[in-house]
Nanobody, 130 residues
Framework: QLQFVESGGGLVQPGGSLRLSCAAS????????IGWFRQAPGKEHEGVLC????????YYRDSVKGRFTISRDNAKNTVYLQMNSLKPEDTAVYYC???????????????????????WGQGTQVTVSS
């Protein structure tokens, strides 16, 4: 079973920062595009940021451009999401997912969730509130 274990969420005030981590379980990151997704109450999972397997391309959701950054450490089999200038509308459960780079572009992965090879993990809750 391929999945991630997410961590690092919490309660933060608007304008604050958080760094999320997700560790791959059951596979290695090599050859996979990786993405961070989020799910707000009553809504479907939506792609936030996706990065290519070679780290040379990223796709950002418009609402997070300039605020969120994705990075990966293949040696540690871990992906990170640095979130700055957080807004209340960023409140959601955040998840990682992977898609084989040979099956889906990062845009297809992030926008339409095409080619996802991992099951959704337990996610990590991010709450932005004063």
């Amino acid at each position: 079973q391929l999945q991630f274990v997410e961590s690092g969420g919490g309660l933060v005030q608007p304008g604050g920062s958080l760094r999320l981590s997700c560790a791959a379980s059951g596979f290695t990151l090599d050859g996979y595009n990786i993405g961070w997704f989020r799910q707000a109450p009553g809504k479907e999972h939506e792609g936030v940021l996706c990065i290519s397997d070679t780290d040379d391309m990223t796709y950002y959701r418009d609402s997070v451009k300039g605020r969120f950054t994705i990075s990966r450490d293949n040696a540690k089999n871990t992906v990170y999401l640095q979130m700055n200038s957080l807004k209340p509308e960023d409140t959601a459960v955040y998840y990682c997912a992977a898609a084989s780079a040979s099956l889906a572009t990062i845009q297809a992965m992030c926008v339409m969730k095409i080619g996802l090879a991992t099951d959704w993990g337990q996610g990590t809750q991010v709450t932005v509130s004063s």
